[in-house]
């Protein structure tokens, strides 16, 4: 009996370039960042990280469709999720939900006791406010939209695993936004070059856009576009994914009718 081949992938409307889905919609960005900081959030701001939030979600999406597409399948599998992430280290954030998911159980640093047996983690007391964990159900909606995008369906496990992946980058993101407008612009502020051993690093230029967002201009009191830019420089590395983000977050922000 002849193996059967591959399913080509669809084209079309199904698998629509990541700007033409809507990002996650404005107010649920903005109840984000009201759960880590008072401050105020501009509306470029929320756009830019709602955008930024879309692309890495669609980067895992493909990353994990890649991998379903090896075994002919167009339901995506948790297993297929840790594919993507093996094989794309950019793909590996919102880190923090790796420890409240089964399907990374045991990548994180499980303990055992001395006779072998595991040792449970210890019990989270719940916070007044809704953590990134807790309120990560609320991307249901979006994810399921990107992966209709894609052409794609996954497991309901699949699906809360990119829920909680959502939740916990946009929290981080917001974060990090928060820290930035405070500290007065990026004071972590790096980036990655691949050079040869024993060569010298280049020197960053001086024309690197990224390196004018390591000052910030404007109040203390409010996030604008820029300081989320910021924060995903902080989130995501040096890399081809980090850029696409940027890139696209710019143009979200300035679309006026996103939202």
Known sequence: MTAQPARPERSGPETASVMDVPPFKLPLVKAVFRDVTPMHVSRPAARAAASVTRTVLTEIIDGARRAAAEESRRKLVPGDLLSAIDRNVELEVGTKWYDHSPTFQGLTGVLYDAEGVIVPSPKRSRSRRPSAVIGAHRFEAGVRKLLRSRGVTAVPVMVRDLDGIASVFLTDLARD??????????????????????????????????????????????????????????????????????????EAAQDTSAG
């Open 177 to 250: 936004a928060a820290m930035v407008v405070r500290e007065g612009g990026v004071k972590r502020f790096g980036s990655v070059a691949l050079v040869m051993p024993g060569e010298p690093a280049p020197p960053p230029s001086l024309k690197d856009p990224l390196l004018a967002l390591s000052t910030r201009r404007g109040d203390g009191r409010t996030i604008g576009r820029d300081d989320v830019l910021a924060a995903t420089t902080i989130q995501l590395f040096g890399g081809n994914l980090r850029q696409r983000a940027l890139t696209e977050a710019r």
